[in-house]
């Protein structure tokens, strides 16, 4: 102890342990600039993690080998690369089924690879870390950033994040670890970034001091055994659920995939403290205009408001930093005053958009309306959204793009 | 030792079903010297089974089970099939995750399991059909091996898609007529223990269950292997006595025509293997 009992002793890197209170709200920083891939490096050195499996695919690679750089300098316990995503997205379940807090990484088409796994981590009730840094999926095929992933991940069971900066990032991997171990979460957890946008650029970013750490994953809190052979096995029945087709075995099913969205519900109060809210709200609080967005098209909205400002226009941004569990509540009271929601993507689908128009239905009279959607890897000038926006009050564009 | 997770607590003693009480009291935890001779005295780790009547798999998972040598630290992988059906009737810790990415999940456990317990021998085995470890999983089966991943894998081959209702696989032999080879299979059945010998195990062994000392021979010897050397694979021949028409009571004696043919016994080991398998029969182990 020491320090006023800050620290409660070290982990098995040397580092001094202390509350996650302390490591994101109250020690003290310093200013940095790097990259988002290294961002997650640094997130990495100060989250006592037990293991991670890498594979290469643009944009997440060097995460990765940041992430191996860190096993060999004594920072994480078990590291290698795998056969493939989904043969890595085993490999962790495997780690994480043995009692390790892990950490992985991947993007585009390796997210889908390795899809198979996703629905797996949740009903086995892992709480594995998956930092996605989304690309586009298509054929032809593309490496540019294009966030189209997620959709593909709404449903999996998985809690998902979605961070606007690397600094958020930073950020929400180490608060990914808190909120996903909890015994009454324990599910996985995605911390999302739009791949190149934050994983290749450079920012100023605030970190505490590398020799603290958040608390070791304890994996006697989670609410199924840990495959270990140290606490008695789980299961041992004479008439397994597996196959069979009776009421108790459908009960059983049903009941277990329920019990897994409602752990994500329960990360709720956790996730509003560690994330200091699954919103973030910037502009005109009375605003009858509202973008509603998250990740890097939250920054490109909050430009837009800016501009629209310049022409006498009040706006605001909303920005969703929890996608799953989806913040209805805090989303509703933030519009309240909205005539028009524009939400606009990096995607084609507009996931985005149709988890808003579900959550509001029936609910809110504003009007929503999805645009830009920006794709395959093209940026998202504050003046498109601008322009849109404009156009959407029946207003003259007079910026030229 | 692990074992006394299975000790039962005195206050729940009165609720506990007879099978959880037997396994405090009549099963062999604690002996390394275990072993099938066992079967007829002890408790065993298989609480019945859920597999047809007479099937030959029922056979290799109660030999296997009586033989590891360690069982209260003993981490079993499995993956979907007819063996999937066995898992919760196993007193272990068992994995079932996905189709195919057993020893992916295999591989996790083991290296975890070391770092988090540096000081205490664990062993992982992956148990899985033919289909499992050589069709929908033949790339993480293999890539462990490449690894050098210190497990063992065993292989139930019963030639056919069983669980789905016989359908073709990879391990089926050339020309047989099964679902989706409805003009007979039109190449060769894969040569799995040579891919194994060829990625890199150091122990390798085929043959059939028609005899309970020989598997307990060929697992004791898997386990001791892949847990000082490298990763170990075991092909036995568990004949789906269902879709090839044979009678409840007609298993042994395919497996007895298998030992003279396509499943004769062969066994191959590394030098390193060699050296630990000596050193065990000599600490009277093996």
Known sequence: MGNNGVYQ???KSGQKIVSPDYMLFEAPREKVFMTGSEAVKEAVKRASVDASVSYPITPQSEAAHLIGELWVEGYVGVY???????????????CSMAGARVITTTSGPGTLRAMENFPMWAGSRLPIQLVLMARGVNSPLSIQPDNLEISFLLDTGCMIWHAENAQELFDMILAGFVVAEKTDVH????TAIDGFFISHTRESIMIPPEDIALPPYNPYVSPTPIIDAEIAPGRYIKDPFVMKSNYISYATHASWQWEVRAAIERSRPYAKHYLRGLIEEFGDSEAELVFIASGTAASQAKEATRMLLDEG????????????????QELLEATKTAKYIIVPEFNVVGWLEREVRASFYGKSNATIIGTPRVAGGMTMPPEIIYRDALKILGKEVSYVL | ????????????REFMPPEILELEEKATWGNPKRGVM??????????EHSLCAGCPESDAFRYILASLPNPEDTIIVNSTGCTSLVFPQIALHTVHSLFGNQNAVASGIKRVLEYRFPNKVKDVVVLAGD?????IGLDCTLQSFFRQEKITTICYDNEVYANTGGQESGLTVKGHVFKMAPKGKQWDKVPMWQLAIDSGCHYVVRMTVSSPRRVEQAVKKAIYVAREVGPTYIHLYTPCILEIGRNSDEGLEEMKLG????????EYMTPQAEEVIKRKKEEGLI
Request: charged share 30%.
């Open chain 2, 259 to 266: 030992d003279k043919e396509r499943f004769s016994f062969f």
């Open chain 2, 1 to 12: 030792m692990s074992f006394n997770i299975y000790k039962v607590n005195e206050e729940l």
């Open chain 1, 187 to 190: 599910v996985p957890i995605i």
């Open chain 1, 9 to 11: 002793g070290v982990n």
């Open chain 1, 313 to 328: 226009i009040k706006a605001k941004v909303v920005k969703v930093k929890s996608i799953r569990p989806f913040p209805h």
């Open chain 2, 38 to 47: 066992d079967l007829p005295y002890a408790k065993e780790l298989l609480e």
């Open chain 2, 131 to 135: 289909g499992a470890t050589v069709d």
């Open chain 1, 80 to 94: 290698f690369r795998g056969e493939s995503e989904f043969g890595v997205m085993s490999e962790v379940a495997g």
